[in-house]
């Protein structure tokens, strides 16, 4: 019988090519191409010097391509991509096999269950990775030179912005797949978590925010956030938080949430009983 | 001795008739949806603001001190831009399926082979979600209305705002036509639920986050019509006589709303067929 | 006494409220046996909860001798070919064979190697490289049939194996499934269509709402069921005649007339069979045939069903 590493492995062979081929690729695909038509659209009106780019009403000022990109890391990447693409490939690691009839296949086989959902986790990850990650790169040499900004002196805080989104890849998506194995209605439990609990917790004074995963992310976010008022009113709107807590203590956090909730989804699957749907 | 005649006898009762077969499959969606207590927890749920509302009308009809926190017009619109929320689950919930796991169970052919043609068969899966949605919207709506006048116990109120019912219902059927027809739409492009509620998901997520980007990049929201939900919100404001929130042209965003309903109907034309014919 | 592949005791499976296998005891022995029984009996569920894909509410299940729920060293053993219609479609049949056996611990070329022979045996040698998506039902039915012995199997279980499939690939895989029963596979197949079973084996396991009606060879089961008469159809020049001359039999309960046969009703079947030798001996009435229409599974299932 194999490893469970090594049968994870194996899963992780099996289920690539599946999922970098599937419909909800094209889905990936078109999130991922947004944000680059915005840096496209950007550079081509920042060229052809036919918008201004101001913030209205109070004294004019100008964002400049370091900030646009860290608004954009944080306020699309880090606040829809990540989460939504964990809650959609998270969830469905398990219940699309499960749906599919194809579990049967994999579940017959001489290999740890849970070496099944690690496999596919991988996958997971190296599927977004790929579809997302250079997105953020075409991005960030889109949006960056704009209005002054160094694409030298800002390349460290890129690949702390792809080593972020990577941690956010793979904590909600460990956290989703947990979500996935364990309930019947993972889709919408999770759209809820983070379109419903997430931005409301974080909100709550005490402890209540400790218990998303948005909150330690926004700690890590390097960027100086600006303190004009259009990205006030946007902070405001996306619910970001004030008193982030230490980046070490972020990184444990998410460490202790990928851990726990990966393992609590390995062993659910060891345990769980799956009832073909068809 | 008389014998009777024991072979097969073609029903000879009465018919329904023509054009109202889609009553009966959108009772019963209505009744296969009821009997999920999951799905009775968010109807519960989603008419959780009506009870608190309906506290502060009480409150503040029977207490003068309150008066501060007494309805407006503005009141009944922040209402149904906090219900887009529950308009959203519920629509997920309950729409994700409806066609999708007919094309699943290849029970399409079966349904386009009784005497039903297409438009009814989409209306009666549409009649399910649009009972829902009304169920979360106007109905709580005008029951506020209702509880106004009745704790106020005078009708000033209701003739002061006489356009609020209007406003309301027009408001509430524009919303939740173009939530169903959408959803039924991407319904029928799959044969899995949970991917077509994931289809909806990301274009309502997806153009929202597009859009709070785009404004946060360039401080205005002349870029609203990229958002289903800004579109919904901005047009919602020109009925309710409010200022549009947005600097969209709400005439824009109107012809975006109706256009999403009438490519939805396109999409629904072309999927919703007993046989596909491959070529 | 060989030691049975498969024991159960036992067991039970609920789904919800809804009773799958209800209080199943049973032995399989080596060899083919058909579990057979109506849609809904129970033959999927026994099937599933034998591979380890369900585990029981009750009961044991011993699988080669060892427990099989959440002891997956044990189904490298074990070949499964579900009864779903379900594949990774955009996979060719070979690279989704290939996949499945490295699964087993193969490596890439045996893997490789593995697949094109099982994949060679269920005649899709030629379809190997083609996406499942492209395959007909019959294919389809053969692909799931190459993942379940790629990996040389001591016991197959194939749940609805000739399920979709034409009258010509129905032949082909019950040749198959023979072939590898004299290969000294074990093999457990479900049907609901008694002559395909009955074409494999003689030894079955009758099902129906979740419960054990028999299991044994055909006429084992036939002998035990001594409240329902055996029918003994005999062709004769002079029905008649010989009807008179049985009407005499004390083991003769009822008769009727088919054209140019008598079907005789007899509580005692052995019995029945010795009076009628020494009879024919006689050389006074001709015997040209005699058949039991009750040693058809039909019967037996149709009376195990209906007590």
Request: hydrophobic share 50%; glycine share 8%; proline share 5%.
């Amino acid at each position: 019988m194999l490893s469970f590493g090594r049968a994870a492995v194996r899963v992780f062979d099996l289920s690539l090519g599946e999922m970098l081929w599937s419909r909800r690729t094209v889905f990936m695909a078109v999130v991922a191409g947004g944000p680059m038509v915005i840096a496209v659209a950007l550079r081509i009106a920042a060229t052809s010097a036919a918008v201004r780019l101001t913030g209205s009403p109070g004294p004019s000022f100008a964002l400049g391509g370091p900030d646009i990109f860290g608004l954009m890391i944080w306020a699309f990447y880090l606040r829809f991509t990540v989460p939504v693409l964990g809650v959609f490939y998270g969830t469905s690691l398990i219940a699309d096999e499960v749906e599919d009839g194809t579990l049967t296949y994999l579940f017959s086989r001489p290999i740890p269950r849970g070496a099944i959902l690690v496999g596919k986790y991988l996958a997971y990850l190296v599927c977004t990775s790929v579809v997302v990650l250079p997105s953020v790169v075409v991005v960030y040499f889109s949006v960056v030179p704009l209005f002054g900004g160094s694409v030298g002196a800002g390349f460290p805080s890129l690949v702390v912005d792809l080593g972020l989104i990577g941690v956010g890849l793979a904590v909600y998506g460990a956290a989703f797949a947990f979500v996935g194995a364990r309930l019947r209605r993972p889709l919408l439990s999770g759209l809820l978590f983070i379109f419903g609990w997430e931005p409301v917790v974080v909100l709550v004074p005490g402890y209540m925010k400790n218990l998303s995963v948005a909150y330690y992310l926004q700690g890590l976010v390097p960027h100086a956030a600006p303190q004009d008022e259009p990205m006030t009113l946007l902070r405001s709107a996306l619910q970001t938080f004030d008193a982030a807590p230490a980046a070490w203590v972020c990184l444990l956090a998410l460490a202790v949430i990928w851990a726990v909730t990966l393992g609590a989804a390995v062993l659910t699957v060891e345990r769980r009983e799956y009832v073909l749907e068809r | 001795m008389g014998i009777h005649d024991q072979s097969y006898r073609r029903y000879a009762g009465p018919r329904t008739e023509p054009g109202a077969a889609w009553s009966v499959i959108a009772w019963s969606g209505i009744r296969a949806l009821l009997s999920r207590r999951l799905f009775l927890l968010v109807l519960l749920f989603a008419w959780s603001q009506f009870v608190v509302r309906a506290v502060v009308f009480y409150l503040s009809a029977n207490f003068p001190s309150m008066e501060l926190i007494a309805p407006s017009a503005q009141t009944f619109r922040d209402f149904f831009d906090q219900q887009d929320f529950f308009v959203f689950v519920v629509t997920v919930y309950a729409g994700a399926g409806l066609i999708a796991n007919d094309r699943r169970a290849n029970a399409l052919q079966i349904y386009l082979a009784k005497p039903l043609t297409r438009a009814e068969y989409v209306a009666g899966k549409a009649g399910v979600l649009v009972v829902f949605l009304l169920l979360v919207t106007w109905a709580p709506a005008m029951l506020l209305l209702v509880l106004q006048t009745m704790f106020a116990g005078s009708l000033a109120f209701v003739r002061e705002n006489v356009f609020l019912v209007p406003a309301m219902t027009v408001f509430a059927l524009l919303e939740v036509l173009a939530a169903t027809f959408a959803m039924l739409a991407l319904s029928s492009l799959s044969t899995s639920a949970r991917f077509a509620g994931m289809l909806y998901a990301g274009a309502i997520l997806f153009t929202t986050a597009i859009f709070q980007t785009v404004r946060g990049v360039t401080g205005s929201s002349a870029a609203s019509w990229i958002s289903f939900s800004a579109n919904l919100a901005q047009v919602g404001d020109v009925v309710f006589g409010i200022a549009p929130r947005h600097d969209t042209p709400w005439g824009i965003s109107l012809l975006i709303v109706v256009g999403l309903i009438g490519v939805s109907l396109v999409v629904l034309r072309w999927r919703v067929r007993g046989v596909e014919v491959v070529t | 006494m060989t030691d049975p592949v498969v024991a159960v005791e036992g067991l039970s499976k609920w789904y919800g409220q809804v009773i799958g296998l209800n209080d199943v005891t049973a032995s399989i022995p080596p060899g083919i046996t058909g579990l057979l029984g109506p849609n809904g009996a129970g033959k999927s569920t026994l099937m599933k909860v034998v591979t380890g894909q369900l585990q029981p509410s009750q009961g044991r299940v011993a699988v080669l001798g060892a427990p099989i729920w959440g002891n997956p060293s044990a189904y490298a053993a074990i070949g499964y070919c579900p009864d779903q219609d379900a594949f990774y479609e955009r996979m060719t049949g070979l690279e989704w064979v290939a996949a499945l056996t490295r699964l087993h611990g193969f490596d890439d070329d045996a893997a490789a190697a593995a697949a094109r022979k099982a994949l060679e045996t269920v005649d899709l040698a030629e379809a190997a490289d083609k996406k499942i998506g492209a395959y007909s039902k019959g294919m389809r039915q053969r692909v799931k049939l190459a993942q379940a012995i790629a990996h040389d199997p001591r016991l197959l279980v194939l749940d609805e194996p000739l399920a979709g499939l034409d009258p010509l690939g129905r032949r082909r895989t019950i040749n198959l499934i023979k072939a590898w029963a004299r290969a000294g596979k074990s093999i457990i197949v479900s049907s609901h269509i008694l002559h395909e079973i009955e074409l494999m084996t003689r030894s079955i396991l009758l099902i129906d709402h979740g419960r054990i009606l028999a299991e044994g060879n055909v006429h084992q089961i036939r002998d035990l069921i001594d409240e329902h008469p055996h029918k003994v159809r005999i062709r004769t020049p002079v029905p008649r005649v010989l009807a008179r001359r049985l009407l005499d039999l004390p083991d003769v309960i009822g008769l009727s007339f088919e054209e140019d046969r008598i079907v005789v009703d007899t509580g005692r079947p052995d019995d029945f069979y010795s009076a009628l030798t020494t009879l024919a001996a006689e050389g006074e009435i001709a015997v040209d045939e005699v058949t039991s229409p009750d040693d058809s599974l039909q019967a037996v299932f149709s009376y195990l069903v209906k007590s």
